[in-house]
């Protein structure tokens, strides 16, 4: 028997992925009307306006799929709620770098991850790196620029 795999994220997450699926499904009638217009103008094999709004319509379809599988195995996770000694998911961890400069992480998943924002993906190779480390542990990561070293300098459930 398979079982289904949990996808963790936050509460905003799961509002994003809610909101977006609501944008595509109000697209529907949109791009029906504009395969019925294209179907009017007569020969489909070469209507490139016909080929266009079929294409969105796929991609449109698969994007509702995907989110609604997304949104079925969710587990939304409050940060707040965590505690403990350990990085974890939703954990904001603030790191050393070679240079003991601090830098700030979230730990999210993977829709939610923006490392522009501090926020990173637990599949990610830092999140990876992190998940299970204690404050004063010493963090290796080979990311696609080379080897990085951090230090868990603190770790905050907020």
């Given at each position: 028997m398979a079982t289904v795999e949990k996808m963790p994220m936050l509460q905003e997450g799961y509002e994003k992925l809610n909101a977006d699926l609501k944008r595509l499904k109000a697209e529907r009638p949109t791009i029906v009307d504009a395969i019925e217009e294209a179907r009017a103008h007569g020969d489909l094999s070469e209507n490139a306006e016909y080929h266009a709004?079929?294409?969105?319509?796929?991609?449109?379809?698969a994007s509702i799929?995907?989110?609604?599988?997304?949104?079925?195995?969710?587990?939304?996770?409050?940060?707040?709620?965590?505690?403990?000694?350990k990085v974890v998911f939703g954990a904001t961890v603030t790191l050393l770098d070679d240079d003991d400069k601090p830098v700030r992480y979230q730990i999210v998943g993977q829709t939610e991850a923006d490392a522009r924002t501090g926020r990173i993906s637990y599949n990610s190779p830092?999140?990876?790196?992190?998940?299970?480390?204690?404050?004063?542990?010493?963090?290796?990561?080979?990311?696609?620029?080379?080897?990085r070293y951090y230090q868990v300098a603190k770790i905050e459930f907020i």
């Open positions: 709004a079929k294409e969105r319509q796929g991609q449109i379809e799929s995907d989110i609604e599988d997304k949104l079925s195995r969710a587990q939304i996770i409050d940060p707040r709620d965590l505690s403990g000694d830092l999140g990876r790196a992190l998940i299970g480390r204690r404050v004063d542990d010493d963090v290796e990561v080979t990311v696609p620029s080379g080897d």
